[in-house]
């Protein structure tokens, strides 16, 4: 006896299947801080602007804040999902525009100003590593973004005002950098060695080989209606795929994107706030992180 699958059988009949379309649920930080499932249907929101931020496996939520009345030199906070505050480390500089959890507890942070630095600190936000950046200190606020800590103990660091990705150890030595074409926003380090960059308002990405030779590029020129306006937080998808912000768009208006590898697009997300999405953090169905979250 033999036993057809539902697409097999229809296929065989000459009857074929839409695909499904893609659809996504995220963390989106910026002027507006909320969580949307993949229906677009908003399922949390915090009440203050952010710069980056995690879902974390526990559901709890872990935000990098914009400098304020209450955080003048900006903060990171964990919340649980009734908002209420469970750890706070306020920054001590001009702003705080990174976070990333390193496990056990353990926080990386940025602080931009006449001194810039990136911190780790464990759960009782006390101070176990201090690496300082080598970049310009005219503007505090171009500084630096997404900074992270890679899977060999370095650090990737974009430079906005500088135009430069660099890596550091752990001493603050510059090991590996890679000039970019505009400001560059977020940095992330592949599995094969490659580094995709977001760039900012030139509303482009790129993604470059260890030499730092750009192997890659999608921006406008590759995509209809040429969606991007400000390509800030960017993620790699674990099927090859690239999603990526579009920080100036307002109502109305594409704020994020992913593309394949030949630039297709395979789905896209609008709505009608007016805050753009500075970065964001693609969710599984249940609202949790995914795998291999490259970001």
Aim: hydrophobic share 35%; net charge positive.
């Amino acid at each position: 006896m033999f036993r057809f699958s539902l697409p097999a059988l229809l296929f065989a009949c000459g009857v074929s299947m839409a695909a499904e379309p893609i659809k996504h649920g995220f963390l989106a930080t910026g002027g507006e801080t909320f969580i949307v499932d993949a229906q677009g249907k908003e399922t949390w929101k915090y009440p203050a602007s952010t710069r980056d931020g995690w879902v974390l496996a526990d559901g709890h939520v872990l935000l990098a804040l914009s400098r304020s009345k209450a955080y003048p030199g900006g903060a990171v906070v964990e919340v649980d999902r009734d908002g209420k505050t469970l750890f706070e480390f306020k920054g001590t500089q001009a702003e705080v525009n990174t976070v990333q959890p390193l496990g056990s507890g353990k926080i990386l942070l940025t602080e931009a100003g006449d001194k810039p630095r990136l911190l780790e600190v464990d759960a009782k936000g006390k101070i176990l590593v201090e690496v300082p950046i080598d970049a310009q200190t005219k503007d505090h606020h171009l500084q630096t973004r997404m900074a992270r800590k890679l899977a060999n103990g370095n650090y990737l660091v974009p430079q906005l005002l500088d135009k430069v990705v660099r890596e550091y150890d752990a001493k603050g030595k510059i090991v590996w950098e890679a000039k970019t074409p505009n400001m560059p926003f977020t940095a992330i380090r592949l599995p094969d060695g490659h580094t995709l960059i977001g760039c900012t308002h030139g509303n482009f990405v790129i993604e470059v080989d260890a030499k730092g030779t750009e192997v890659w590029r999608v921006s406008n020129d590759d995509l209809p209606g040429k969606p991007i306006s400000d390509a800030c937080g960017v993620q790699r998808l674990e099927n090859g795929n690239t999603v990526l912000t579009s920080y100036n768009s307002g109502p109305k208006r594409v704020k994020l994107t992913e593309v394949t590898r030949d630039k297709k697009i395979v789905w896209q997300y609008t709505d009608e706030r007016k805050a753009g999405i500075h970065h964001f953090q693609i969710l599984d169905d249940q609202g949790l992180p995914g795998k291999n979250p490259l970001r």
